[in-house]
């Protein structure tokens, strides 16, 4: 049964590098991992997605290990605008079920 | 404007009188879903649909019903809610069910609080 963990929550400062990791030692083979974010009192929202090593776009990098038992998330100089809920995304193998972790709970202090 | 609708936002009800949430998206999305999303317990999915007529068990199906008629829209019923299923819930969309799972898309919510 695919499962992911996350830490609960984590504290950081504007300006620096924040590093969210997710562990689904069961990620079905040919499954992708997806992170979103989410803002109290809205639905969450897609950041990134990526299979393997590395994957950057304009909001936040992905790493990939080549294991792919784990994902880490980074938010390159944060502001108090990325206090949120960050959450990490596997698809069950053999099925269309998607399994969100429990999320990750950001704060970002001036 | 590509979107996920759902109604209501809030609803306050009271045991074992049936409800319906309805979802409806704009984006010709083949794979919709419902989670409910409980302190500490992160989002859950309940039931997901890969396209019309096409439906399936998620992970906490217990005490929900849902139907795919038609491709836009994809309701959640609860026939009769009991208390332990007050909670926020979201509907989403994506274009494709499959490998890669496609980004979700994501209603704004309701909370439902059943006393």
């Known amino acids: 049964l695919a499962k992911t963990t996350q830490p609960i929550s984590m504290d950081s400062y504007e300006g620096q590098e924040v590093n969210i990791t997710c562990s689904h030692n069961?990620?079905?083979?040919?499954?992708?991992i997806t992170w979103y974010q989410q803002f109290p009192s809205q639905g969450p929202r897609f950041i990134i997605q990526?299979?393997?090593t590395k994957v950057t776009n304009e909001v936040a990098s992905l790493f990939i290990p080549a294991d792919r038992k784990s994902s880490t998330l980074s938010l390159p100089r944060v502001s108090l605008s990325d206090t949120a809920v960050y959450y990490c995304l596997v698809g069950e193998a053999h099925t269309d079920k998607l399994i969100f972790g429990t999320g990750t709970r950001l704060q970002v202090f001036p | 404007e590509a979107q996920v609708t759902q109604n209501p936002r809030y609803l306050i009800t009271v045991t074992g009188k049936k409800l319906t949430v309805t979802c409806s998206q704009n984006?010709?999305?083949?794979?919709m879903s419902w989670y409910r999303q409980d302190p500490g317990l992160g989002l859950r999915q309940i039931y997901y649909s890969m396209n019309v007529e096409v439906t399936d068990k998620g992970d906490v199906p217990e005490g929900y019903k849902v139907s795919r008629k038609e491709k836009r829209n994809f309701p959640l019923i609860l026939e009769s809610p009991s208390p332990n299923q007050t909670s926020l819930y979201f509907c989403?969309?994506?274009?494709?069910?499959?490998?890669?799972?496609?980004?979700?898309?994501f209603g704004d919510g309701t909370r439902l609080s059943i006393l």
């Open positions: 990526g299979y393997k």
């Open positions: 989403a969309s994506s274009l494709a069910s499959g490998t890669p799972h496609q980004p979700q898309h």
């Open positions: 984006m010709n999305h083949e794979y």
């Open positions: 069961n990620i079905a083979t040919n499954d992708y």
